[in-house]
């Protein structure tokens, strides 16, 4: 008997929002992917046992198994299926493109990746300041401070910000809290509204991102990959930037030309950088993994249970809005006005 409670497919992880979870079984039916692979999952979805669902959840740890929600996936999504919410900020891993078309809404989570990824950035800047990773391997190594050299505070050094969005200015709350000067670069100025929190003329806007560069100390990433933004911050950028700066990404490593990145380290052109994301991950390039001066972290911006708590309930959130008004809360930015 086909169930007349829709139906809703988990794809990946769900841990910490089982309550919600719980509320949400009172009207729907929840259905876990365990399909071992993608060519089992593409035949569950097209004849077997998700074809008639209505929304999916997903987040990225199911890409073990079935991969990226590509053109293939999408593809295959029985037409049923209205409404895919993914739990994260960063959403690479969708085909938008191939969603938009079909007409399935899409859903991230932005809001509530702000201050996990912002503090992960703000220690960044830190460690990578105030060289704290070589000196804590150092006293490690039964070293003592054995060759630390003074470094530098964050105290009114500029900070210039890539992506004013929630997580920039996050992280700028907690760089004026370290008496730094916050510039920041968009395409355009952000909506003052945004910028209400924070006391008057305390954040500035950069029109040109070459501006932004040449003036920062300390240079954050914090915008999303995608076709504009691939392979962007390359030599050009690298080589505008001030003798001795610091580069900062907890966006995503496809942003950076990690050749250029590299070169711009050993050259002393960047004198350290803070990494939370690389190009080919789980993998760290060796020449970065070799440089004691560079703070790496295995990709933890989000990784508490607060964030990925409030992460997961706003992606069934989405799907409950969805479900019940047709409308998505936190939609895409690349399907406003088109669905
Ligand atoms: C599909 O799901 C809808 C509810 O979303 C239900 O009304 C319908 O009977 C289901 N059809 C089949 C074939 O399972
Ligand atoms: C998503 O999962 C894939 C496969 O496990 C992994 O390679 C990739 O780094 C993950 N991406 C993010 C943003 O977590």
Request: hydrophobic residues 40%.
């Amino acid at each position: 008997m086909p169930s007349a409670k829709p139906q809703i497919l988990i794809s990946g992880a769900l841990v910490w929002a089982a309550a919600e979870v719980k509320q949400l079984e009172e009207h729907y039916e929840i259905l876990v992917l365990d399909s071992p692979d993608r060519a089992t999952f593409v035949k569950e979805l097209t004849t077997g046992k998700y074809s008639n669902i209505s929304a999916i959840y997903r987040h990225n740890s199911s890409a073990g198994a079935v991969g990226f929600y590509d053109e293939e996936i999408i593809n295959a999504l029985p037409s049923s299926l209205k409404y895919l919410c993914h739990n994260g900020a960063g959403y690479d891993q969708i085909d938008i493109a191939a969603c938009t078309a079909k007409g399935i809404k899409v859903s991230n989570t932005p809001s509530a990746v702000d201050d996990a990824t912002a503090t992960v950035g703000m220690y960044l800047i830190i460690s990578a300041l105030r060289q704290f990773y070589k000196a804590e391997i150092t006293a490690r190594a039964g070293k003592w401070d054995q060759g630390i050299a003074p470094a530098h505070d964050p105290e009114h050094k500029t900070l210039g910000i890539v992506g004013m969005g929630g997580i920039g200015r996050a992280l700028a709350k907690r760089a004026l809290g370290f008496d730094m000067k916050v510039i920041y670069h968009n395409r355009n100025p952000v909506d003052p509204s945004l910028l209400a929190g924070f006391p008057e003329g305390a954040i500035t806007y950069i029109s040109t991102l070459d501006e932004l560069l040449s003036t920062s100390d300390v240079v954050s990433l914090n915008l999303p990959l995608n076709a504009n933004t691939r392979g962007f911050f390359g030599k050009k950028q690298f080589n505008t930037m001030k003798k001795g700066s610091v580069l900062v990404n907890t966006a995503r490593g496809g942003v950076v030309d990690e050749e250029a990145l590299l070169d711009a380290l050993e050259s002393g052109q960047l004198s350290s950088a803070g990494l939370d994301v690389f190009p080919n991950e789980p993998e760290i390039n060796p020449r970065l993994l070799a440089n004691d001066k560079l703070t790496l972290l295995p990709h933890q911006g989000t990784c508490t249970e607060e964030s990925q708590h409030k992460m997961e309930a706003l992606a069934l959130k989405n799907i409950e809005s969805a479900l019940t008004t047709g409308d998505l809360l936190t939609p895409v930015w690349e399907q406003k006005g088109k669905l």
